[in-house]
Nanobody, 124 residues
């Protein structure tokens, strides 16, 4: 059974930072495509970032230069470091993973395993 558990959400002011974590098994962390996507209220979900098995990353244009993604094998965690946050970054953020298919921003929603999300609220 694949379980992904997000944490680290919260409320910060614009310009601030947050680090989200996705806790997952070591095998999945190192052998699956892993990704973050988000969904704001009454908006469509958006792919945010992916990291493949080799550690290569790709980001949506609207977060490039502000967000980074990394893995911590000692903690079995995938991180999304979010800097220079903006009110439009307010959303629930979800971790996703799969071993099948492509590992690109455009294929994030084809990843079959997802967590329940963590809420990020940015105030102006």
């Amino acid at each position: 059974q694949v379980q992904l558990v997000e944490s680290g959400g919260g409320s910060v002011q614009a310009g601030g930072s947050l680090r989200l974590a996705c806790t997952v098994s070591s095998y999945i962390l190192n052998n699956y495509c892993m990704a973050w996507f988000r969904q704001a209220p009454e908006k469509e979900r958006e792919g945010v970032a992916v990291i493949d098995r080799s550690g290569r990353t790709n980001f949506a244009d609207f977060v490039k230069g502000r967000f980074t993604v990394s893995k911590d094998n000692a903690k079995n965690a995938l991180y999304l470091q979010m800097n220079d946050l903006k009110p439009e970054d307010t959303a629930s953020y979800y971790c996703a993973a799969d071993w099948r298919g492509s590992c690109t921003i455009d294929s994030i929603f084809a990843l079959n395993y997802r967590g329940k999300g963590t809420l990020v609220t940015i105030s102006s």
